[in-house]
Each structure stands twice: as C-alpha cells, then as structure tokens.
C-alpha cells in the first residue's frame, strides 16, 4: 500500500528532527564544558605536584642581564630545594598580567628569609633584558625556558605561575595568575611563611 500524502509529510520532517538530536547533545555538552572550565577562581586550581619533589631544573642565564653590575645566574641542576626556601616566578615579556603583576614581585624580594627566582617561558632575550630593565629585576637568578619543557615538567597552566618551594625540596604552594595585592597579602605570603617556619630537613 502506498503511503498517505501525510505520512510523506511527516517523513522528511522526521529525519531532519534525527539529525538535530545529535546537534542538541553536543551543543549541550560544550556549554557545560566551557562553563566548568571557565567558572570559579583559577588561582585556587589544584596542582599534582604539591607536595612532591620540585623536578629538576637545569636552565641557562638570560645572556646580558645583570644586576648590581653582577651577572644574573640561571638556574642550573639543584637550584632550589638546597636548604631554603625558594618562590619561582614563570614570567615572560609578552604576558601581560606580568607586567601587572611585577610591582607586586618587586616588593616581595625586598622581603627576608627565601629566594625570589624566575623561569623565563618561551621569550627573546632582548625582550626579556628590556623588561626587566623598565619593571625592575626582583630575581637572585633566571632560568631560560625557551622551549617550555620545563614549564611542562612543573605542570604550569600559564603565564604568570608562582611555586613556593620548601627547604625540603618539595612545592608546597602554587598560586595561578597574576599575584595582586589581596594575593600577595593573603595568599601567597602566608604560605612562605609557612615555608619558612617549617623544621629543616634531616641532613642525612
């Protein structure tokens, strides 16, 4: 029996409501994707590595730059975790929230008992010296990442991140972004004093 002119109809209409199912699901999940990716504070992401061992750092200096007259030195193999505590600022010349950021770094190494170090990421040299010359260097040392695997190993989300590293060897913060004043006060200094009021490790 041949169909009826309406079931013809309802065909056509049938399929095309098939195809938009698939579509609508998809739809939905990204909206939710993005929402749970994009809500709350990224500051408080947590990370695997608190906790951990700081992995190894072997980074050469930013060529040219000096401080005082003395050449800034890198960050070779066992750079922190040797006794004291050590904040690691990543920054690089092209990230804006560096720059916005970068009084805040500059007050912070005026303060006593730890190492303000940075890891410059994936930067030009020229830029990162003129930087550092306009803002202030706050760092003891800089380590060039130029190809990002350390910023990898470290399991950096962006640019800027800052790690508190104890005398143990281990991280034990990490504040994500740029440090503001609310931050710095609240967050991020309660947590190298915590650092530095830890007991010493054992020598063995």
Sequence with gaps: MAD???????????RRLLLLV????????AVLFYGRLFSGDPSRL??????????????????GLSRDGVAVPGLPAGAVGKGEVTVLNVFASWCV?????HPHLVELSRMPG???????????????RRFLGTF??????????????????????????????GRDGRIAYKYIGPIDAE??????????EKAIAAPAPASS
Excluded: H
């Design 136 to 165: 202030g260097n706050p760092y003891a040392a800089v380590g060039v990442d130029a190809n990002g695997r350390a910023a990898i190993e470290w399991g950096v989300y962006g640019v800027p991140e800052t790690f508190v590293i």
């Design 22 to 29: 698939p579509l609508a699901l998809f739809a939905a999940l």
């Design 183 to 192: 931050g710095l006060r609240n967050r991020l200094l309660p947590e190298i």
């Design 4 to 14: 009826s002119p309406a079931a013809e109809t309802r065909s056509p209409l049938r």
């Design 46 to 63: 947590p990370s695997v590595l608190i906790g951990r061992p700081a992995p190894a750092l072997d980074l050469p200096p930013l060529e």
């Design 114 to 128: 730890f190492r303000l170090v940075g890891l410059n990421y994936k930067d030009d040299a020229g830029n990162a």
């Design 97 to 101: 929230p560096c720059r916005d950021e």
